[in-house]
């Protein structure tokens, strides 16, 4: 089973609506998860992590994520899109494995329309 | 602070030959780790190296390698291309060990013909 799964490839949307990414993690890796975005030919940004404590995440650019360990989840959500949210977001997580090596789900590509 | 650095940005080879690609980390950043990412597999772990020493190493074959200099810059070296190894290979560095926000370079993109 993949450790970090991100089911939705494509999310469209359109400009000013709200937006949810998600994201599902398996037994094999540790609870420490993180949003990255990747815009056009650039490398990744963090948009945000959970480490522990709150289970309520704030990032920047006005995203945010919430930590469900029953459901073993860590949606990314945002309550109004812009053109410029068009990007790539790949969740990912720390494998427990005693190395600590972070593993990356598939990628969700957001595309905001007008 | 100047963010992760990767020279270069672009690179072709053909099959056959081996590249070098280069790796600056944030200053006082001590891991730098590697990643591959390909349309076909998505973002791959390559390895990590911490204080000059290899600590982790992904399922790549062995013409993958790399190291790490005292200064924590890093290289990675790929022989005998193929023409599968064309991909996007992106440098992250971190204070500590991976568990810790990992700021990830623009990346060198690698054609091999």
């Known amino acids: 089973a993949q450790s970090v799964t991100q089911l939705d490839s494509q999310v469209p949307v359109f400009e000013e609506a709200p937006v949810e990414l998600r994201c599902n993690y398996s037994s094999s890796v540790s609870v420490y998860l993180f949003w990255y975005v990747q815009y056009p030919n650039q490398g990744l940004q963090l948009l945000l992590k959970?480490?522990?404590?709150?289970?309520l995440v704030k990032g920047i650019n006005g995203f945010e994520a919430e930590f469900n360990k029953s459901q073993t989840s860590f949606h990314l959500r945002k309550p109004s899109v812009h053109i410029s949210d068009t990007a790539e977001y790949f969740c990912?997580?720390?494998?427990?494995?005693?190395?600590?090596?972070?593993?990356f789900g598939t990628g969700t590509r957001l595309l905001v329309s007008p | 602070k100047a963010g992760v650095t990767q020279t270069p940005r672009y690179l072709i080879k053909t099959r056959g030959q081996q590249v070098t690609l280069s790796c600056s980390p944030i200053s006082g950043h001590r891991s730098v780790s590697w990643y591959q990412q390909t349309p076909g597999q998505g973002l791959q772990f390559l390895f990590e190296?911490?204080?000059?020493?290899?600590?982790n190493k992904g399922n790549f074959p062995g013409r993958f390698s790399g190291r790490q200099f005292s200064n924590s810059r890093s290289e990675m070296n790929v022989s005998t291309l193929e023409l599968g190894d064309s991909a996007l290979y992106l440098c992250?560095?971190?204070?500590?060990?991976?568990?810790?926000?990992?700021?990830f370079g623009p990346g060198t993109r690698l054609t091999v013909l």
């Open positions: 959970y480490l522990s404590g709150s289970t």
């Open positions: 190296y911490f204080s000059e020493t290899q600590r």
């Open positions: 990912a997580a720390i494998l427990n494995t005693g190395f600590q090596k972070l593993v």
């Open positions: 992250a560095s971190s204070l500590e060990p991976a568990y810790n926000e990992q700021f």
